[in-house]
């Protein structure tokens, strides 16, 4: 009985999904129609690989060949409440003694601290050890030096459109920004910028060039003492 009744939701979903007026609409359908396939399958005990996720390692995401951009009100809605109780910094740059724009720089004789982190598709959080560890490091450089500002570029892979990248990018960073006020540096400190799809690493298209893609940057301001 609750198999049925989960095949009758998805294919409400397909016919609901199917009526709406945009340009992305066949994209929709075509995602709706996989999900109802999936539960033909489960209806009839052909998905022999289905199983209760228990918690968030359990999880796993759909295969490349499923990939479909999501549209851009997907990212209308804003950043999480979280996101929101963060200020931006008082000054701009150049104004207020803070250094401008063009002043930030890679920081190459701090490399093995400032190292870029990476995201997965459509993903504005950071879920790998190593780039959370490379977070703290750069906090704890930052607490310890209160003349270092730091400017952080969300950047994204060339898939999707430029408005929907210039969004997730903006994401990116300001999630950035937001692990590192968590780890106690001065937001007054912190600045974001995105470039979208518009400043690859890297051109090729493969799987690993689009991860190289899908990243953040550090440029940071020293200022005199």
């Avoid at 210039?166 to 007054?188: C, E, P, Q």
């Avoid at 298209?205 to 005199?224: A, M, Y």
């Amino acid at each position: 009985m609750k198999k049925i009744f989960t095949l009758f939701f998805i294919f409400s979903l397909l016919v609901l999904t199917s009526c709406e007026r945009s340009s992305s609409t066949w994209e929709n359908v075509k995602t709706a129609s996989r999900y109802l396939q999936k539960g033909m399958n489960s209806l009839w005990g052909k998905d022999s690989n289905s199983y209760w996720v228990q918690n968030e390692e359990d999880f796993k995401g759909p295969d490349d060949e499923d990939f479909i951009p999501l549209n851009e009100r997907d990212l209308k809605g804003g950043f999480s409440s979280s996101d929101k109780n963060f200020a931006q910094p008082k000054e701009s740059f150049g104004e207020g003694g803070v250094p401008g724009f063009d002043n930030f720089i890679t920081p190459s004789h701090l490399a093995s601290i400032f190292k870029k982190v990476h995201f997965l598709t459509d993903d504005h959080v950071l879920r790998d050890k190593e780039d959370l560890i490379i977070i703290q490091k750069i906090a704890n450089y930052m607490k310890k030096n209160s003349n270092v500002y730091l400017n952080i570029e969300g950047h994204c892979d060339e898939r999707a459109s430029a408005a929907y990248n210039m969004a997730l990018g903006t994401r990116r960073s300001n999630h950035l920004r937001v692990l590192l006020i968590k780890h106690g540096v001065d937001f007054n400190k912190i600045y974001t910028i995105s470039y979208g799809r518009e400043k690859p690493l890297v051109m090729g298209h493969t799987s690993q060039d689009w991860h190289l893609n899908r990243r953040g940057e550090f440029k940071i301001f020293e200022k005199q003492r």
